[in-house]
């Protein structure tokens, strides 16, 4: 049997998938509201589905030691704790509070803010913190979505933090296909893609690039 080619109105598929492709929280609504208004940067937050993926992974594994790398308004730390139990415990790392003061607003608002511990400072220093402090091998799962030329650094010092059989979310990696031209040499270019090819060839993981979005790459710590 030929494969079929099915042309997809990317439109009326978003449309579909906002009416049926997840369950609607109101306080996250309203979070994604207040973050559209702020024009092109509302860009940096992730999708409905990404958001409802994220709290299915922490449901079904259990995750009560979480990190967050990249806060922005708020939006997956509220989906990461309402995936995690009574007891779990999200470090949301972020270099400014220019944004965060909505996220703490509507962690608030959402009932999940026990859970969840704001840190601001650049994300490379608050992990090297928690490697000296001997939490290698310590979190459950951790999310990766801030600056892309950090990538790389990012996802090593993770790969220490956390445990064997826990996992690590990346965010943006098809970066609107710009991962496949060679032709664009942009910084975070070509920081996304070495990450792609170093995990690919990473034996201390087994992953899967989705293509939700802008991609996620999952990996689970073998």
Not at 18 to 37: A, I, P
Not at 58 to 64: E, K, R, S, Y
Not at 70 to 77: A, I
Request: net charge positive.
């Amino acid at each position: 049997m030929k494969n079929k080619n099915i042309l997809l109105d990317l439109n009326k598929l978003n449309t579909y998938i906002d009416q049926v492709g997840y369950k609607k929280d109101s306080v996250l609504s309203e979070l994604r509201s207040v973050t559209e208004s702020l024009g092109d940067l509302s860009i940096m937050q992730i999708g409905q589905t990404q958001g409802a993926l994220i709290q299915m992974l922490c449901t079904v594994g259990h995750f009560t030691k979480c990190i967050e790398i990249g806060v922005f308004t708020g939006y997956s730390s509220i989906c990461i704790a309402k995936g995690m139990p009574e007891n779990g415990k999200l470090y949301a790392l972020d270099n400014s509070t220019e944004f965060t003061d909505i996220a703490k607003k509507y962690w608030i608002k959402s009932g999940y803010d026990k859970k969840i511990e704001l840190i601001v400072d650049q994300a490379i220093n608050s992990l090297d913190k928690f490697l000296k402090n001997k939490m290698n091998g310590h979190f459950d799962f951790i999310f990766i979505d801030a600056d892309k030329n950090n990538y790389l650094d990012y996802y090593k010092r993770s790969l220490k933090l956390v445990r064997k059989g826990g996992m690590i979310l990346i965010d943006n990696t098809i970066w609107k296909g710009k991962v496949m031209d060679d032709n664009d040499k942009t910084n975070s270019t070509k920081s996304i893609r070495e990450l792609n090819n170093y995990i690919a060839s990473d034996n201390s993981v087994d992953h899967c690039l989705l293509t939700i979005y802008d991609g996620m790459t999952l990996c689970i710590k073998k």
